[in-house]
């Protein structure tokens, strides 16, 4: 991912509300806290949890899809914990986007995206997941044409 796509990435998660990690004592936010910005790299909308994501150390993510999204390969650096809150995730890993290869996870469903591991998703309806783990998060695509940046 070159330095702009970081940039975009970045740019979509300022001003975010997010709650910071602390020690002795309860953070709690509640849905109706979260405010959500579009994420250039994907073209889906991105709300900070916990944490800042663009540093080191941990963060939580919501994410959702519109229906017909299709997140094209990329990996990141570091493993993803992804925990689906509605609709049906549709997930997949490898270096090309193959209909064929989804599986659907639906609500409830959890599962890990390893580091360095290319994967795609798509979303048939709206859908929202959570992801956490340990920052800086990036997006880093198989083909540099599926890089906002590049478009630029």
Same mark, same amino acid.
């Given at each position: 991912?070159?330095?702009s796509?970081?940039?975009?990435?970045?740019?979509?998660?300022?001003?975010?509300?997010? %709650? @910071?990690?602390?020690?002795?004592?309860?953070?709690?936010?509640?849905? #109706?806290q979260? !405010? *959500?910005?579009?994420? +250039? /790299?994907?073209?889906?909308?991105?709300?900070?949890?916990?944490?800042?994501?663009?540093?080191?150390?941990?963060?939580?993510?919501?994410?959702?899809?519109?229906?017909?999204?299709?997140?094209?390969?990329?990996?990141?650096?570091n493993?993803?914990?992804?925990?689906v %809150? @509605?609709?049906?995730?549709?997930?997949?890993?490898?270096?090309?986007? #193959?209909?064929? !290869? *989804?599986?659907?996870? +639906? /609500?409830?469903?959890?599962?890990?995206?390893?580091?360095?591991?290319?994967?795609?998703?798509n979303?048939?309806?709206?859908?929202?997941?959570?992801?956490?783990?340990?920052?800086?998060?990036?997006?880093?695509?198989?083909?540099?044409?599926?890089?906002?940046?590049?478009?630029?």
């Amino acid at each position: 991912m070159n330095p702009s796509s970081i940039l975009l990435f970045a740019l979509a998660l300022t001003g975010m509300g997010a %709650i @910071s990690e602390s020690r002795g004592e309860t953070n709690a936010v509640t849905p #109706d806290q979260l !405010k *959500f910005n579009r994420n +250039p /790299a994907t073209g889906s909308e991105l709300a900070v949890v916990m944490g800042n994501p663009r540093e080191a150390g941990p963060f939580v993510l919501r994410v959702r899809y519109p229906a017909g999204l299709k997140a094209m390969p990329h990996s990141h650096p570091n493993d993803t914990y992804v925990t689906v %809150i @509605s609709g049906v995730l549709r997930y997949a890993e490898g270096e090309k986007f #193959d209909e064929s !290869k *989804f599986k659907d996870y +639906p /609500a409830g469903s959890f599962f890990v995206i390893p580091a360095n591991v290319p994967h795609y998703e798509n979303a048939t309806a709206p859908m929202e997941f959570q992801a956490h783990g340990m920052g800086p998060i990036r997006f880093i695509f198989v083909d540099p044409q599926h890089d906002p940046a590049s478009k630029k």
